[in-house]
């Protein structure tokens, strides 16, 4: 079965860090996805990616956060300068049509700053 | 007020037991709904989609109510391995999904 697969599962890295996260969508999904979850917290949307540009973004997603489509297999999302605040787990999701179809997410990276 | 909002449990049950929980939403503009299961520190698992009235799955019934603004999910003949933190999703004309904070089940022997 086709999934969603991320790199690493579990990052620490200290503040004020920069930490690339790496996710590998469904081949033949077309949209993609980031979500955080802090501990204890429900599921955020942070940004929505199709055909190579940014669709939607959360206001969480401010000018720390980018991501990229750098080949024609992965995703990363990249934060600049880490910060405590930012210890969550980050979920990357892709779907193969936009609105209507169903969401697979990979199993996560943890990241964890100190 | 929260996009989407779910009773967050526990939910404690027999085994074999008949549990059932909803969820509301707030954006009218919501056209799909999705109930996820996640474990413990885990992706969430698509479990069911509801795109009209309900859905149907084995043990696993979903019901939609655009009228009230709410969707339902039972579980009938519960087994220990439906233990989980149950989240309610929904996505408008924006293809995002807005999570519920999720309802925590867990099934005793």
């Known amino acids: 079965e086709p999934e969603v697969t991320q790199t690493p599962s579990h990052q620490v890295t200290q503040m004020g860090q920069e930490v690339i996260l790496r996710c590998v969508p469904i081949?033949?999904?077309?949209?993609f996805y980031w979500y955080r979850q802090i501990l204890g917290q429900k599921v955020e949307f942070l940004v929505s990616f199709y055909n190579n540009e940014i669709s939607e973004k959360s206001e969480i997603f401010d000018d720390q956060f980018s991501v990229e489509r750098p080949d024609g297999s992965n995703f990363t999302l990249k934060i600049r300068s880490t910060k405590l605040e930012d210890s969550a787990m980050y979920f990357c999701?892709?779907?193969f049509g936009g609105g209507n179809t169903e969401a697979f997410f990979g199993q996560g990276t943890r990241l964890t700053v100190v | 007020r929260k996009e989407v909002e779910q009773d967050p449990g526990p939910f404690n049950v027999p085994e074999g037991a008949t549990v059932a929980f909803n969820c509301t939403y707030s954006n009218s503009a919501s056209q799909s709904f999705f109930w996820y299961r996640q474990d413990c520190r885990k992706e969430p698992k698509l479990l069911m989609s509801v795109y009209s009235s309900g859905n149907e799955d084995g043990r696993f019934t979903a019901q939609l109510n655009r009228a009230s603004q709410y969707i339902s999910l039972l579980i009938r003949d519960s087994k220990l391995s439906d233990s989980a933190t149950y989240l309610c999703?929904?996505?408008?004309?924006?293809?995002?999904?807005?999570f519920g904070a999720g309802t925590t089940v867990t099934v005793r022997a």
């Open positions: 999703a929904g996505e408008a004309n924006d293809y995002k999904l807005s």
């Open positions: 999701a892709s779907t």
């Open positions: 081949s033949n999904h077309l949209y």
